[in-house]
Structure formats: C-alpha cells, structure tokens
C-alpha cells in the first residue's frame, strides 16, 4: 500500500525558505522508474506542478518557479524534500506531495497536503 | 509550457443527469491526460489516465475520451458523491499543467 504524507511550517515570514518533507512507504525510490512529485494548490484555486524527482535522481521543475525550487531525496530515509526559496504570500496554499504512476504522467497516489501560510 | 483550458467552470446538476466536461490543449498531446475529481479539503483522486482508461476502482459512470488538444469527461448518471471539482492535467512534456478545474455543484 503506497502512502505519502507531507510535513513542514504551518507558518512561513515572508523572504524565507519553504523546506517540506515527503515521507512515503509502499514503493522505493531506487526502484527504475519511480517517481514523486509536488503540486501546490493556494486557497480556491487550482492545482499547480511544482516539481518532480526520478528514482535515476532526473529532476523537473515548473520553469516560472525553477530558480526559487530544490527537491531532492534520501532513499534510505523514503523521504523527498522540496525547498522553496524567497516566500511572498502568493506562496500560500496547500502543498501536496504524490506518487507518480509507472510509465505515465500522472500522479495515482496522494498525500493528504499540508498547509502553508505566508505572513509576517 | 501547454496550457489546458476547462469548460464550463461550473455546472449545476442533478442527480441522475449526465455531465459533460471538456478540456483543450494548447498543443497536440496525443492522450498523455489524466483527469482527478477533488473533493473540499481532500487531495485530489485520479479518475481516468491516459486519456481513456479507467482507474482501478473507480466508478464506471465516469469515462474519458479524445485525443491530441479536445478531450472529454462524461459522467454517465450523476450521484451524490460527484459533487466535486474535476481537473484534467497534460503529461505529455513537461512542465506537467493543469486545467482551472470545473466544479459540479447540486442544483
């Protein structure tokens, strides 16, 4: 059974670094092929694709957010980290990690998504 | 980057209507789409990838059809926990893009 589960910083100041946990079980990182990726949704809005990081450790980011993004992953640990540099509050939303399905483009399994608020 | 535009918005319904959503590409993505139905405070569930196929345990009243920049969500008989905001998503190259959502309200 997969299962993903962010966690990080209910509250952010703004010009601060965002940096969210991934911790997944069901499937390994080192498996060829695998996946996980991050999606952000801001309050009443739609989803939007922030990031994705392969098992060969390829790494994808949204182009209008490349040079604020790291994730990378520790495979011993079964966890992916996203940092996001530079918060404003138009970075506010919840945050989602998720599973990317085998040899498709797009995400089967979900965490529950964590809550981030920008604000001095 | 592609972008994928949803209509309608929103759409009021009744239970045992049928539902129509459409979704368009910017761009040919031949039928790397998914679709994912979110409820409120929920993460969102994939429905159909790959522009037709059904996700395991998903209901057969959901179907998805198209390809290359039109592509479709048919609900066949709407019940009551349809009532959500349905998104379509483009894999096709990256960065991966979402539609604006279409929410399903009562009417």
């Known amino acids: 059974q997969i299962t993903l589960k962010e966690s990080g910083p209910a509250l952010v100041r703004p010009t601060q670094t965002l940096t969210l946990t991934c911790t997944f079980s069901?499937?390994?990182?080192?498996?060829?092929?695998?996946?996980v990726g991050w999606i952000r949704q801001p309050p009443g809005k739609a989803l939007e694709w922030l990031a994705l990081?392969?098992?060969?450790?390829?790494?994808r980011y949204s182009p209008s957010l490349r040079s604020r993004l790291t994730i990378t992953k520790d495979t011993s640990k079964n966890e992916v980290v996203l940092r996001m540099t530079n918060m404003g509050p138009g970075d506010t939303g919840t945050y989602f990690c998720a599973h990317r399905m085998f040899r498709e483009s797009l995400f089967d399994y979900w965490g529950l998504g964590t809550l981030v608020t920008v604000s001095s | 980057d592609i972008q994928m535009t949803q209509s309608p918005s929103s759409v009021s319904a009744s239970v045992g209507d049928r539902v129509t959503i459409s979704c368009r590409a910017s761009q040919a993505i031949s039928t790397w789409l998914a679709w994912y139905q979110q409820k409120p405070g929920k993460a969102p569930q994939v429905l159909i990838y790959?522009?037709?196929h059904l996700q395991s345990g998903v209901s057969s009243r959901f179907r998805g059809s198209g390809s290359g920049t039109h592509f479709t969500l048919t609900i066949s008989s709407l019940q009551p926990e349809d009532f959500a905001t349905y998104y379509c998503?483009?894999?096709?190259?990256?960065?991966?893009?979402f539609g604006q959502g279409t929410k399903v309200e009562i009417k």
């Open positions: 998503q483009q894999g096709d190259s990256f960065p991966w893009t």
């Open positions: 790959a522009a037709s």
């Open positions: 990081i392969f098992s060969g450790d390829d790494k």
């Open positions: 069901g499937f390994s990182l080192n498996t060829p092929g695998v996946g």
